[in-house]
């Protein structure tokens, strides 16, 4: 049969295709896909079939320093062995491997392109971890559909974001890559994530199927070592590591990652009630599962497969659709089916979702729809995407400090002094997953942006002082010297990029090498110091918290990290950020967190026999929820409209903010909830909505909260989500700590 004729079978679009897949990405069946994918399955061999689920990945090439097309990949495509590349990246290359597939195979089915793109292609943005720092969802939309925009004009259809695991510890290198502790705000950043990477729909060719990683509970891997056990309870499971799952495959999400953890012995590439039963059969979940890199493998590693060909039959009857660089679903598969260990219907529905998700994008269509060179130049890095990237670095900074106001520094200060290797860098303020297409030239450094900030007559003295993370000192002479001679100090400290991300574990989270030993020396000056912090974690600071008067948590920025610290150092912009997570004292305190729960006998001030620590507060340094102004606001006069409110109605909550400072700012007002009485223990508060708002000085503004009591709820020891009648308390702040407190009954 001629590439025509299949294309005549396939490519017939009805206007339903609009409804089902243009909206919100693959939420529902569309029997015009359904149509064609089973018209398709019909003529494929059961090695064709296989080969849809075989996801290989570039090859790089040291010489050329360029991805290559290698000879068995030429020859696997040809006989329509390969489903996705990854690591493809390029118009005119995508399109070389995309001509191939569709020419030279038997079914001319297309490929995919994915590519990790997690924060930012060319135009860098925040971490997700600082981003989450904003509390702004619109801005986590806008930043994944310029990534997107971005991404999409370069061959990629597909990216491997977002990642939405929940992170209890800080010592856990990928905890930068999420949005932190609290399944509230992390579904509401996965959710504005997938709505931006997929835009109006796939029929869209600047959109990308989003795929929400890692399914599920990474981020509670055992000492936050990478790759780690996880062991938690199905409750803890369901309450605190799925919501943002969930709220990703609710938005739409076209596919999801399984994780490289174990659950409580199970890995999740082989956890069938985690990958059918939970996402598939509760859920509803229509697109298509991915391992993670070589996890299909890794299971004979788990001790839960003795040969590869086990760990292949394990993964893809657990739910995993498409097998990442091993290829033993092509070495393996084949064999099962014939000798009946793997059923056809189980093989064929796999493909289907695959294929699904490739009618939803046209690619049927338009196979090169993500190829055109001319773009390429075009999109990235533009005016628009550098003026995006500063206004969310600039709502991602977090000011944790400014004792007797010390900040905003003025302008026309005679002598600044700005210390620390970190202050020069053109590579870190990347992050960790820059990927491919980050480039250091692209970068504002804090250096450069202070010295566009300060006025002309402002003699800027930078000293190195000492690298991020060895241990030789002697730069510390002339940042000493520095400091002396200045009216003023910014020093910069914190972790190299690649000191966070995946196999990017610490047992220390404290500044690495000698910095510490750096800001004392600096402080010992004696002149008004300001300490910026970079990094992609939680760091403990506890003496530099006591003693610096003015600390900004900075996290990486991206590209325009110079312009956003410089903005908030000299007050052009006021911070808002808001911490996503909280900050511990010292590494025995991990994990810490704001929900937990409250035991059997919680802390009592001089009690010996409760729950606490002999040698620090159980409190965290800086608390989840947190961060300063330049101004300041004030909260007063909680109303809880309703004392008592049925099952499945809702209850307003208001509070009136006012700011009570000299300039305008933004605060985030956050709502907290707590069921006092219930069959299982509670968290002591639990966030259940925020809203972000901009007051003048002296305004005031109502903010009202609804509360869903449908949201109530939580999972019981039967697995059942519940809502309970009983007092629910309700805080209202600026962070979880400082709030307001009401109370209203739910019942029956």
Known sequence: ????????????????????????????IDPVIERKVDSLLALMTVEEKVGQLNQLAGQWDENARRVILTDEQRNLMKRGLVGSFLNVTGSELTREFQRI?????????????????????????PIPLAEASSWDPEAAEMSARIAAREASAFGINWTFAPMVDIARDPRWGRIAEGSGEDPYL?????????????????????????????????????????????????????????????????????????????????????????????????????????????????????????????????????????????????????????????SMGAL???????????????????????????????VVVTAQSRGAARKIAGESIVLLKNANALLPLKKDIR????????????????GPWAGFFGRPEDVVTVLEGIKAKVSANTQILYARGCESRFS????????????????????????TRDMSGEASSRSDIGLPGVQEELVKRVYAAGHPLVLVLMNGRPLTIAWEAANIPAIIESWFLGVETGNAVASVLFGDLNPSGKLPVSFPRTVGQIPIYYNHKNTGRPFVEKEKYTSKFLDLPNTPLFPFGYGMSYTSFS????????????????????????????QAGDDVVQLYVHD????????????????????????SKTVEFTVDTDRLGFHNSDMKYVVEPGKFKVFIGGNSVDCLEGSFELTE
């Open 635 to 662: 909260y007063s006069n909680l109303r809880v409209m309703s004392l008592k409110v049925r099952k499945h109605e809702s209850v307003t909550v208001s509070i009136e903010v006012k700011n009570t400072g000299a």
């Open 415 to 430: 002598t600044l002094a700005v210390i620390g290797s970190l202050a020069n860098s053109k590579v870190d303020p990347l």
């Open 186 to 342: 992390g579904s509401m950043m996965a959710a504005a994530r997938v709505r931006g990477f997929q835009g109006s729909g796939f029929h869209d060719s600047t959109s990308l199927v989003a795929c929400a990683k890692h399914f599920a509970a990474y981020g509670a891997a055992e000492a936050g070592r990478d790759y780690n056990t996880v062991d938690i309870s199905e409750q803890t499971l369901r309450d605190i590591y799925l919501p943002p799952f969930r709220a990703a495959v609710d938005a739409g999400v076209g596919t999801l990652m399984s994780a490289f953890n174990e659950i409580a012995g199970v890995p999740s590439t082989a956890n069938h009630k985690l990958l059918t039963t939970i996402l598939r059969s509760e859920w509803g979940f229509k697109g298509f599962v991915v391992s993670d890199w070589e996890a299909v493998e890794e299971l004979q590693e788990h001790g839960i497969a003795g040969t590869p060909g086990e760990a292949a039959l394990k993964a893809i009857t657990a739910g995993v659709d498409m097998d990442m660089a091993t290829q033993l679903y092509i070495k393996h598969l084949p064999e099962m089916v014939e000798s009946g260990a793997l």
């Open 1 to 28: 049969m001629s590439r025509g004729n299949l294309f005549l079978i396939f490519v017939l679009v009805s206007p339903s295709w609009e409804i089902c897949c243009s909206q919100r990405g693959v939420t529902s």
């Open 348 to 378: 064929n529905e796999a493909v289907r979702r695959v294929l699904r998700v490739k009618f939803a994008l046209g690619l049927f269509e338009n196979p090169y729809r993500n190829c055109h060179p001319e773009l390429e130049n075009e």
């Open 101 to 125: 597939a569709v020419n030279e195979s038997r079914l001319h089915i297309p490929l995919i392109f994915a590519l990790d793109v997690i924060h930012g292609l060319r135009t860098t943005f």
């Open 676 to 699: 006092d009485v219930a069959s299982n223990t509670r968290p002591v508060k639990e966030l259940n909505g925020f809203r972000r708002i901009t007051l003048n000085p002296e305004e």
């Open 472 to 495: 030789d000192t002697t730069g510390f002479g002339e940042a000493v010297r520095a400091a002396q001679g200045a009216d003023a100090i910014v020093l910069v400290v914190g972790e």
